[in-house]
């Protein structure tokens, strides 16, 4: 793995180096640098400050624990299987983002428009996405046990085999969602719309109601 030392950070930042695979960056700064379509597969990126920064379709499947990315640019990003675990993700642009078993238990999408994303498999226990735009977002088989879901809009999202056990989906749009076998025991769903979801699906175990 290359040492950040190794780097022209200038280069980096400008958008000269596109190719950064495996390299150490921990802690590096990158506030607003311009790093679309850079390639970033198993680099690390622990504490490194990417706020701000381009990320267009950034290949992301790195370690960035601790990174912060408030406001960055993440569109058609791939973030597949990344760890994001206490990253800083407040006012991203996220269209077309792919979170596909990435780790991010913890994490804040409050508010956040994330139409499309994908997050199969991704490990979401006690992420924070009150109020977020979720429609078509794809959820199956990952693990939203503690989430808070209140007031999201999941209009035709597939929650097909997600763990929502003691998720919050309170006023939540659910509408035309799927959700065969997802596991729903100890879910709160008062004042939420389901109308075209399968409620035959839905556990009895949920809590529902005005």
């Given at each position: 793995m290359s040492d950040v030392m190794?780097?022209?950070?200038?280069?980096?930042?400008?958008?000269?180096?596109?190719?950064?695979a495996s390299a150490n960056l921990a802690g590096v700064d990158l506030t607003g640098a311009q790093l679309s379509d850079c390639d970033f597969s198993q680099a690390t990126l622990t504490g490194a400050?990417?706020?701000?920064?381009?990320?267009?379709?950034?290949?992301?499947?790195?370690?960035?624990?601790?990174v912060d990315l408030s406001g960055a640019n993440l569109a058609g990003a791939d973030c597949r299987n990344a760890d994001l675990r206490g990253a800083l993700l407040s006012d991203i642009e996220c269209h077309q983002i792919s979170f596909a078993g990435a780790f991010l238990a913890g994490a804040n999408f409050g508010n956040l428009d994330l139409t499309a994303a994908d997050f199969r498999g991704a490990d979401l226990r006690g992420v924070n996405l009150e109020g977020a735009i979720l429609r078509q977002v794809d959820f199956s088989n990952a693990n939203l046990s503690g989430a808070n879901l209140s007031q999201v809009d999941l209009e035709e999202a597939n929650l097909s085999g997600a763990v929502l056990r003691g998720a919050n989906l309170s006023r939540a749009n659910l509408l035309c969602a799927r959700v065969e076998q997802a596991v729903w025991t100890?879910?709160?769903?008062q004042g939420a719309c389901l109308e075209g979801t399968s409620l035959t699906a839905i556990q009895h175990d949920t809590k529902t109601g005005d």
């Open positions: 190794s780097f022209d950070l200038t280069a980096i930042r400008s958008g000269k180096v596109k190719v950064l400050n990417l706020a701000g920064a381009n990320l267009v379709r950034a290949v992301l499947r790195a370690n960035l624990r601790g100890g879910a709160l769903l």
